[in-house]
């Protein structure tokens, strides 16, 4: 089993920066990929980026140039710096990891974009 846990969500004004964090444990090993997902009320969950155990990353259209994914292996944790938020970034963010059969969830983080 994987257990995956967000942070750093929470309240921000427009135009402002968020540095959102995912630690993995458990059995955390032949990990493919990680990645964040968010869900907007109303809205389906959507693929915002990823990161490859490589480290090539791929990003959703509505958010490239303004986050950023990244990953530290050593302490098991991918990271997801969102820059210039917009109101429609208010959503649910959702860690998520990608094993070779499995694929594990972590509970989410709140990100409210509002001023």
């Known amino acids: 089993q994987v257990q995956l846990v967000e942070s750093g969500g929470g309240l921000v004004q427009p135009g402002g920066s968020l540095r959102l964090s995912c630690a993995a444990s458990g059995s955390i090993f032949s990990i493919n990929a990680m990645a964040w997902y968010r869900q907007a009320p109303g809205k389906q969950r959507e693929l915002v980026a990823a990161i490859a155990s490589g480290g090539r990353t791929n990003y959703a259209d509505s958010v490239k140039g303004r986050f950023t994914i990244s990953r530290d292996n050593a302490e098991n944790t991918v990271y997801l710096q969102i820059n210039s938020l917009k109101s429609e970034d208010t959503a649910v963010y959702y860690c998520?990891?990608?094993?070779?059969?499995?694929?594990?969830w972590g509970r989410g983080t709140q990100v409210t974009v509002s001023s």
């Open positions: 998520r990891l990608f094993k070779s059969t499995e694929a594990y």
